[in-house]
Every structure is written in structure tokens, then in C-alpha cells.
């Protein structure tokens, strides 16, 4: 008796453990309340000074979409330039997408970089690319 209980025991997580799939609705999924963001520092090599855009674009390579957020929460006197945060990760969700910065100054390209940044159902992260950049 004790064996059946056993097998039907084994039998029953076997059969749950098969019947859950990934869910990527995320439906059922309880995030928490931290705001997470990803961007990156422009700093001069001689002596580690931020440098000073005039104007930045994020692009999304795959369609060359420009997704430049539309505030930055740090001001950009700091050399912290923005790339994606959490209010983007419906467009990188269960994807791993490569943009583009584009950093210039007086209208002159001066800086190119891409990363590769991804989301789950609560928050982005970065997959590839340096986050201090220094010119």
C-alpha cells in the first residue's frame, strides 16, 4: 500500500512538472517596485571628466527606429546618457534587441556604440556592451 501511494505520489509531480509550460504572457507574475534603467557614461580618458553631448539617439537597429527616451531622469550635465528603462520592456520582452547610441555634439557624430539589452516580464537588462565609454 505504501508503494502505491508511493508510485501515485511520483506519478502525480511527474505529470504537473510536464503540464507547466514557460509562460510568456506574464499573466501570473508578481514584479517588484524597483525602476530599472540602463544607460551609459561618456568620460574624457585623459582625466575621467564626463563628457558633454549635445544631443544623443538610441536606435533600434532591426528597423532603424529611433527609441530615444524622452527625458532622461539624470541631468545631462553629469555625462549619463539614458538608453532604455522599464517603461520599454514590452518592446524587449523574451527578445534580445541591438540598438545603437548615438552620441553628438554641435550635430557632428561623434560616438557610435551598440548593446544588446533584453526584458523578462518586469524588468530590462543589458546582454552586451560596455556602459562607460570614454573618448
Given at each position: 500500500?505504501?508503494?502505491l501511494?508511493?508510485?501515485?505520489?511520483?506519478?502525480?509531480?511527474?505529470?504537473?512538472?510536464?503540464?507547466?509550460?514557460?509562460?510568456?504572457?506574464?499573466?501570473?507574475?508578481?514584479?517588484?517596485?524597483?525602476?530599472?534603467?540602463?544607460?551609459?557614461s561618456?568620460?574624457?580618458?585623459?582625466d575621467?571628466?564626463?563628457?558633454?553631448?549635445?544631443?544623443?539617439?538610441?536606435?533600434?537597429?532591426?528597423?532603424?527606429?529611433?527609441?530615444?527616451?524622452?527625458?532622461?531622469?539624470?541631468?545631462?550635465?553629469?555625462?549619463?546618457?539614458?538608453?532604455?528603462?522599464?517603461?520599454?520592456?514590452?518592446?524587449?520582452?523574451?527578445?534580445?534587441?541591438?540598438?545603437?547610441?548615438?552620441?553628438?555634439?554641435?550635430?557632428?557624430?561623434?560616438?557610435?556604440?551598440?548593446?544588446v539589452v533584453?526584458a523578462?516580464?518586469?524588468?530590462?537588462?543589458?546582454?552586451?556592451?560596455?556602459?562607460?565609454i570614454?573618448?
Amino acid at each position: 500500500m505504501k508503494r502505491l501511494i508511493l508510485w501515485f505520489l511520483l506519478l502525480l509531480l511527474l505529470i504537473l512538472g510536464c503540464a507547466r509550460e514557460k509562460k510568456s504572457d506574464c499573466t501570473n507574475v508578481f514584479c517588484t517596485d524597483e525602476f530599472k534603467t540602463i544607460g551609459v557614461s561618456i568620460k574624457h580618458v585623459s582625466d575621467s571628466s564626463a563628457v558633454i553631448l549635445t544631443t544623443y539617439k538610441v536606435i533600434r537597429v532591426s528597423d532603424k527606429k529611433d527609441i530615444s527616451p524622452g527625458n532622461s531622469i539624470v541631468p545631462v550635465n553629469y555625462g549619463y546618457y539614458l538608453l532604455v528603462d522599464d517603461t520599454d520592456v514590452g518592446m524587449l520582452r523574451n527578445s534580445d534587441v541591438e540598438i545603437e547610441f548615438q552620441g553628438y555634439i554641435n550635430n557632428i557624430l561623434l560616438i557610435i556604440k551598440r548593446f544588446v539589452v533584453t526584458a523578462d516580464c518586469c524588468h530590462i537588462s543589458l546582454v552586451s556592451g560596455e556602459t562607460v565609454i570614454y573618448i
